[in-house]
Nanobody, 125 residues
Framework: QVQLVESGGGSVQAGGSLRLSCLASGYTHTNYILGWFRQAPGKEREGVAA????????FYSNSVKGRFTISQDNAKNTVYLQMDGLKPEDTALYYCAARGPYGRAWDDVNSYGVWGQGTQVTVSS
């Protein structure tokens, strides 16, 4: 059974940093995409970053490019999201999700079939 567990959320002041972790269990290969999404109150869930784990190709939304970095540690079955230069508008519940490597755009929420429970990130001004 495939499971994703996020950790690392918290509260920081604007300009600060956090590192989120997504531990994936139940996979016997790395031929999938693991994405980070976020959802703020009253807003739709949006893609933040993703990694094609087989070829280590990252994807970023324009809103976080240059501030967030996605990385993978295959030995630990973990994908990280390093978030620097945090802004109040980054405040949201952050989820990791997994899907196959082909098909729709990396930030298509509906293309992901496995989701974690989410971790809260709060950035104060």
């Amino acid at each position: 059974q495939v499971q994703l567990v996020e950790s690392g959320g918290g509260s920081v002041q604007a300009g600060g940093s956090l590192r989120l972790s997504c531990l994936a269990s139940g996979y016997t290969h790395t031929n999938y995409i693991l994405g980070w999404f976020r959802q703020a109150p009253g807003k739709e869930r949006e893609g933040v970053a993703a990694m094609d784990l087989l070829i280590s190709r990252p994807f970023y939304s324009n809103s976080v490019k240059g501030r967030f970095t996605i990385s993978q540690d295959n030995a630990k079955n973990t994908v990280y999201l390093q978030m620097d230069g945090l802004k109040p508008e980054d405040t949201a519940l952050y989820y990791c999700a997994a899907r196959g490597p082909y098909g729709r755009a990396w930030d298509d929420v509906n293309s992901y079939g496995v989701w974690g429970q989410g971790t809260q990130v709060t950035v104060s001004s």
